[in-house]
């Protein structure tokens, strides 16, 4: 597989908390650092049927309504990465889900405090990044 065949793209989202602490420029020069280039930034107030929409997997969970509650009507940064390994590179970079968990170096374990508000939210898989980047993003303005 050539390196150019692993070019990948994801989704990222900034939560309130990360806007609010104002930490959404060192989060971005992380990913930068290593490698990742911005295809397109959205910041914006999240209106609570696209909150919804992007939690729709977790819909029935006991966490649900808490995580759509920490971004409705709250200003966050949306952004699609393209690079080699793109999800994977990010999903490491932004460490565990749990601040607690998340190992020294990475996002979350430097920077989060709360399970809920944890800074950032990355997609998982390739099939999320489909899902998810549609949610807030045409395919025209990710034309490079």
Request: hydrophobic share 35%; aromatic share 6%.
């Given at each position: 597989m050539s390196e150019r065949s692993e070019i990948e793209r994801t989704f990222v989202m900034l939560k309130p908390s990360c806007i609010q602490r104002?930490?959404?420029?060192?989060?971005i020069?992380?990913?930068?650092?290593?490698?990742?280039?911005i295809l397109q930034i959205k910041i914006m107030k999240m209106p609570r049927e696209k909150a919804e929409e992007l939690y729709r997997v977790h819909e029935g969970k006991?966490?649900?309504?808490?995580l759509i509650n920490a971004i409705s009507g709250?200003?966050?940064?949306?952004?699609?990465?393209?690079?080699?390994?793109?999800?994977?590179v990010v999903r490491k970079l932004i460490g565990a889900t749990d601040p607690a968990q998340a190992e020294a170096g990475t996002?979350?374990?430097d920077l989060a405090i709360?399970?809920?508000?944890n800074l950032i939210h990355a997609s998982d898989s390739p099939e999320s990044y489909e899902?998810?980047?549609r949610i807030f993003f045409t395919?025209?303005?990710l034309e490079t």
């Open positions: 104002g930490l959404m420029g060192e989060v020069s992380r990913f930068e650092k290593k490698g990742l280039k006991p966490f649900y309504q808490g709250k200003t966050v940064a949306l952004m699609v990465l393209e690079g080699r390994r793109a999800i994977s996002i979350r374990g709360d399970l809920t508000d899902r998810e980047h395919e025209e303005e």
